[in-house]
T-cell receptor, first 116, second 114 residues
Framework: AQTVTQSQPEMSVQEAETVTLSCTYD???????LFWYKQPPSRQMILVIR??????QNATENRFSVNFQKAAKSFSLKISDSQLGDTAMYFC?????????????FGTGTLLAVQP | DVKVTQSSRYLVKRTGEKVFLECVQD?????MFWYRQDPGLGLRLIYF???????EKGDIPEGYSVSREKKERFSLILESASTNQTSMYLC?????????????FGPGTRLTVL
């Protein structure tokens, strides 16, 4: 069974600085997908960024980028130029390739606080 | 824009009551999910449905049941609420066909069982 581990329950960063959130996972499969979701306080969970395991190039979305290390089974999220609106709970998630159900397996989350 | 709505943001019920949590999505998604979110435990899958009237148990189905009579609506039922079911409940939906697809979430229902 696949598992996702986020070892940092809480993190803090100053506005405009860079922060990296860690995520490791365990799977025996070679094809899969990885996601970072953001849950702002009292607001809906939204997708931040996603990565296909068979792609070598790390995904980037504006200030958000990932460091995907397939051999190490690591998928960290880097937030550059942190903004107050980045304050949120961040979840790393894994999905198997194929299948009809599109189930996600989530980590326990990292609560990020951006300080002014 | 995809919209996933949940019937209540906050709900307070008494032990032993039957509780219905409703979720509606407006983008014709085939797959729908119910998660439970607890501090330190992340999101845990309770049940999911991959088509109308089709359902499968997730990781923590005990004490819950679901209903999906129409494609857009997925209901979570607590037959006899207990205090250990106090939690945040999140509904989500996704279009089937590609594992790369984004899963869309509702705003959540914070349920307190007294």
């Amino acid at each position: 069974a696949q598992t996702v581990t986020q070892s940092q329950p809480e993190m803090s960063v100053q506005e405009a600085e860079t922060v990296t959130l860690s995520c490791t996972y365990d799977t025996s499969e070679s094809n899969y997908y990885l996601f970072w979701y953001k849950q702002p306080p009292s607001r809906q969970m939204i997708l931040v960024i996603r990565q296909e395991a068979y792609k070598q190039q790390n995904a980037t979305e504006n200030r958000f980028s990932v460091n995907f290390q397939k051999a190490a089974k690591s998928f960290s999220l880097k937030i550059s130029d942190s903004q107050l609106g980045d304050t949120a709970m961040y979840f790393c998630a894994f999905r198997r390739y194929g299948g009809a159900t599109n189930k996600l397996i989530f980590g326990t989350g990292t609560l990020l606080a951006v300080q002014p | 824009d995809v919209k996933v709505t949940q019937s209540s943001r906050y709900l307070v019920k008494r032990t032993g009551e039957k509780v219905f949590l409703e979720c509606v999505q407006d983008m014709d998604h085939e797959n729908m999910f119910w998660y439970r979110q607890d501090p330190g435990l992340g999101l845990r899958l309770i049940y999911f449905s991959y088509d109308v009237k089709m359902k499968e148990k997730g990781d923590i189905p005990e004490g819950y049941s679901v209903s999906r009579e129409k494609k857009e609506r997925f209901s979570l039922i607590l037959e006899s609420a207990s205090t250990n079911q106090t939690s945040m409940y999140l509904c989500a939906s996704i279009r089937s066909g590609s594992s790369y697809n984004e899963q869309f979430f509702g705003p959540g229902t914070r349920l307190t069982v007294l």
